[in-house]
């Protein structure tokens, strides 16, 4: 089975700290994905990266950053956490891109909840 | 553009009764068609997809959909429902690198 390992369930920060949310998935898998979860509004992608060192902004990349060094390692950074991104934040991965119809199924992980006080 | 519309935030059931979960799409091309539940404090887990082989797609669990394309449609349905199929369904609609997620519905089923 495919796992994808988010390292924190949940996160309390303060204002203006710098966090680093890690995901990790054990399945070789070319494409990773972070997203945002929020009551009402389903999921938002942030950034996704398609290949180690390579990265997309997603539908909202503003206050985010990622970093991948390696192939089954994918971060999002938060340089100065603020109250409006304390959410649901999800991790996905998937075998190959968008241009392969039958291995395009994302893999999620359990979620960190993050809160900014 | 494309979008997905899951048309109630909230269905309830009692245990043993169908299940229909609404979801409409809006897509310029011929799209992939997902649905994933989420369990409380769990990540996404698929569910069904659809890409164009047969319009009744069978998933996990005794769900099914079936794609209209008339209608833009793909409602997730379930003959009788279990308490363990209390949860939150997202509908999902995918075209070339475009993925979008529905608001999510979430299911509560009672005894």
């Known amino acids: 089975d495919v796992k994808v390992t988010q390292s924190s369930r949940y996160l309390v920060k303060r204002t203006g700290e710098k966090v680093f949310l890690e995901c990790v998935q054990d399945m070789d898998h070319e494409n990773m994905f972070w997203y945002r979860q929020d009551p009402g509004l389903g999921l938002r992608l942030i950034y996704f990266?398609?290949?180690?060192?390579?990265?997309e902004k997603g539908d909202i990349p503003e206050g985010y950053s990622v970093s991948r060094e390696k192939k089954e390692r994918f971060s999002l950074i938060l340089e100065s956490a603020s109250t409006n991104q304390t959410s649901m934040y999800l991790c996905?991965?998937?075998?190959?891109?968008?241009?392969?119809?039958?291995?395009?199924?994302?893999?999620f992980g359990a979620g960190t909840r993050l809160s900014v006080l | 553009a494309q979008s997905v519309t899951q048309l109630d935030s909230h269905v309830s059931v009692s245990e043993g009764t169908p299940v229909l979960l609404r979801c409409n799409y809006s897509?310029?091309?011929?799209?992939?068609l997902f649905w994933y539940v989420q369990h409380p404090n769990k990540g996404l887990q698929l569910l069904l997809k659809y890409t164009s082989a047969a319009t009744l797609v069978k998933g996990i669990n005794g769900f099914e959909a079936e794609f209209k394309k008339s209608e833009t449609s793909f409602h997730l349905t379930k003959p009788s429902a279990h308490m363990s199929d209390a949860a939150e369904y997202f509908c999902v609609v995918r075209s070339y690198n475009d993925m979008r997620f529905g608001a999510g519905t979430r299911l509560t089923v009672k005894p």
């Open positions: 996905a991965s998937s075998l190959q891109g968008f241009g392969a119809p039958s291995k395009d199924i994302q893999y």
């Open positions: 990266s398609y290949d180690v060192k390579m990265k």
């Open positions: 897509s310029s091309y011929s799209p992939s």
